[in-house]
């Protein structure tokens, strides 16, 4: 009789786990390019995590391209760049996001300073935000408050110099900037110099460049992207003009260097360039999107931190801009900027390759791809 009802409780706790599960949830919202391209603004669908799929996307609010987003570390508030400029710069925004509903209330919105903003990332206590102003080759800091609204600009810092591709490296080109996961540090990677820049930020007098702490990738790497270990020991920078993934050891006295280049390719492809670098949240593995080969190279990271390339994630992708893993870290999304769709791939947590779902959904140029939990 016992033995009975401890098999009952356990058969119980299974059923309620797997309804747990099976309720799994996430909002995704996709930024685009809007005017001409078709799109309106940000996109919102649910994702089931248990199944693959997608909800139809539908239109979460109306904004001028915003291209690249960034969620709050408390889930609150959504930040999107508007890739629009003014004569203070690009334009930024802020909004409510309700985990219930999905549902985004604009807040305010502000100027990053510099033209062509491309990327926008949240301090680890959302207590600021840095933007990488891509046409001014400019990295920008802005305060939030406590409401989720945009204040006051507290740093700002033009980047100089140029590099090898006269082409694509005449000036500046900021393409992403994000603080470090204790948040002491801001790491702007720029295509334009060769350099991933570090910051500190005083409040009271602004950015401050730690030039001896600067990544510097070779000539005519056209570093885009940034993943960094949560530790803080290493980072992974995809170099968009040749194609590559660089492992850079970060000192503790400072001093960063890089410790590996691969190819992102399996073979030379003219015209291919990379454009989102991430790490999976196991940390096991590191994927870099291909446009041109139109994959994502996968390379599996070792105990040295040092990575192995694992092979491609392929299938009905265009031109992959930025792509995501979901928190289960189960499933991949992908979006197409060409392809005019987000679609999902199945990851097999032994080789980090991922298998096309075939699940889909349409979308004119979507171009960032973020996830926050369904809140009950």
Not at 41 to 61: C, H, N, Q, V, W
Not at 247 to 253: F, I, P
Request: proline letters at 5%; charged letters at 20%; glycine letters at 12%.
């Amino acid at each position: 009789m016992i033995l009975s009802r401890i098999r009952a409780g356990l058969a119980a706790i299974a059923l309620l786990g797997s309804a747990a599960v099976a309720s799994a949830a996430d909002w995704v919202y996709f930024g685009t390019y809007t005017g001409k391209a078709g799109s309106k603004g940000i996109y919102r669908s649910k994702f089931d995590s248990t199944t693959g799929k997608l909800s139809a996307p539908e239109l979460a609010t109306e904004a001028p391209s915003p291209s690249f987003l960034a969620i709050s570390p408390n889930g609150k508030f959504l930040y999107a760049v508007a890739e629009t400029d003014g004569k203070d710069g690009g334009g930024v925004l802020a909004y409510a996001l309700d985990a219930k509903t999905g549902e985004l209330t604009k807040l305010n919105q502000g100027t990053t300073g510099g033209s062509g903003p491309c990327h926008i990332s949240i301090h680890p206590k959302g207590e600021y935000a840095t933007i990488a102003n891509y046409g001014g080759g400019s990295t920008a800091v802005i305060k939030l408050g406590s409401d989720g609204k945009l204040g006051e600009r507290v740093g700002f810092v033009q980047h100089k110099g140029t590099s090898a591709d006269k082409s694509r490296q005449e000036g500046p080109h900021a393409h992403c900037s994000f603080f470090d996961p204790e948040g002491k540090y801001i790491l702007t990677v720029d295509l334009g110099i060769d350099r991933v820049k570090v910051f500190t930020l005083d409040p009271s007098s602004g950015l401050k460049e730690e030039t001896e702490a600067d990544i510097v990738t070779p000539p005519g790497t056209g570093p885009r992207h940034i993943a960094i270990a949560p530790d803080e020991k290493f980072a992974y920078v995809c170099g968009e003009l040749n194609s590559t993934v660089n492992v850079v050891e970060l000192g503790g006295d400072g001093k960063n260097k890089i410790v590996q280049t691969l190819s992102t390719l399996p073979e030379p492809v003219k015209g291919n360039s990379t454009a989102e670098c991430i790490l999976s949240p196991n940390g096991k593995f590191v994927y870099v999107s291909n446009r041109g080969h139109n994959s994502i190279a996968v390379f599996k990271v070792g105990e040295d931190r040092k990575l192995t390339a694992v092979g491609h994630i392929t299938g009905d992708i265009k031109i992959p801009r930025n792509f995501n893993i979901d928190p289960s870290g189960k499933w991949m999304l992908i979006a197409s900027e060409q392809g005019e769709k987000v679609g999902v791939w199945e990851l097999d947590e032994k080789t980090g390759l991922g298998k096309e779902t075939g699940n889909t959904v349409k979308i004119s140029k979507p171009v960032c791809v973020k996830f926050v939990p369904v809140a009950k």
